[in-house]
């Protein structure tokens, strides 16, 4: 009988306020054989997120003590991840994906085949009516489109598998809401292929009442943020030199990524503590 090749990679869910959803998120992905552990990074929600995620069992549950935004949360989880098993793949999933989140194997298998360094969950027409009006995904579209030649169908995805590699290359990530274009842009700009997966998954819609025209306002802001900063010198000639597919940093470069993780309040090198099974990111 053949043996099933082991897993090879770490699940990272940011989660805000995901009580009601994260619990079948965090089994769905369970259900995955190639996921080997899965990290929730709870950024300061008011909910009880952190309890139901860690009742879900077999998680790590990190927690922000304050909201610091999805790409910090990323970046938590990715740390805890490369702890857990250098050098494994991670695969970011937004925590409202429930028991869809268990599709996401074709996702991971594109990485984990050598057919790409990212691979973008695409999702169908979801169940629920709802969304915007499309000016938050046209930009996120066309900025990327300019900036590399390439046209995403959902550019701002945030289920992506990546080679510990690609991501490693891509830090520090893009702030808040910018991250997965910063992501998308940086991996292509490194020479990483990427590709989008078609993926049976559904997530809570975002309506067209005032909370959800600030979260499309939020995402906007953050969108053209991250593709302002990436509209002047390439990555690859501001200080980042590519060898054998390994990224080495300039001592200018480091100490500008140093700057730009203290300006925004980045979380490397933050003192943690654990209390029963949770980490806190002080
Ligand atoms: N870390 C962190 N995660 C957040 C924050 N706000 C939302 N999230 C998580 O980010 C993921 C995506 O958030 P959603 O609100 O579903 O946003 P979305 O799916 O991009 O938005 P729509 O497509 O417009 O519905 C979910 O896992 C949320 O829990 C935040 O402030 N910090
Ligand atoms: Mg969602």
Redesign the pocket.
């Known amino acids: 009988m053949p043996h099933p090749s082991p897993p090879r990679v770490v699940a990272v869910?940011?989660?805000?306020d995901?009580e009601a959803r994260i619990g079948s998120t965090v089994t769905a992905l369970h259900g995955l054989a190639q996921v080997a552990h899965v990290v929730v990074?709870d950024?300061g929600s008011a909910d009880q997120t952190a309890a139901v995620a860690e009742w879900a069992g077999r998680v790590e549950v990190v927690r922000h003590e304050r909201?610091h935004?999805?790409a910090?949360?990323m970046t938590t989880g990715a740390a805890r991840a490369a702890e857990l098993a250098p050098g494994a793949a991670v695969l970011f999933v937004?925590?409202?994906l429930e028991a869809s989140a268990g599709n996401l194997g074709p996702v991971v298998d594109a990485v984990l085949t050598g057919s790409a360094d990212m691979a973008i969950a695409v999702l169908p027409p979801q169940h629920s009516p709802g969304g915007?009006f499309g000016l938050v995904v046209r930009t996120a579209r066309e900025g990327i489109a300019r900036l590399t030649g390439w046209t995403p169908t959902q550019p701002?995805s945030?289920q992506r598998c990546l080679t510990r590699a690609a991501l490693d290359a891509a830090m520090p990530l893009a702030a808040g809401w910018g991250v997965e274009v910063g992501l998308t842009v940086d991996v292509l700009r490194g020479g990483g292929r990427v590709v989008e997966v078609p993926c049976e998954l559904h997530?809570?819609?975002?309506g067209r009442d005032l909370a959800s025209q600030l979260?499309?306002a939020r995402?906007l802001a953050g969108v053209t943020r991250a593709l302002a900063e990436r509209s002047g010198v390439p990555r690859a000639a501001a200080g980042h030199a590519r060898t054998a597919g390994r990224v080495v940093r300039s001592g200018a470069a480091r100490a500008a990524a140093a700057g730009r993780r203290a300006s925004s309040g980045r979380l490397g090198g933050a003192v943690r503590r654990r209390t029963g099974g949770t980490w806190h990111e002080l």
């Open positions: 869910v940011p989660a805000r995901e990074v950024d909201n935004g999805k910090a949360a937004d925590a409202d915007g701002l945030g997530h809570r819609v975002t979260h499309r995402q």
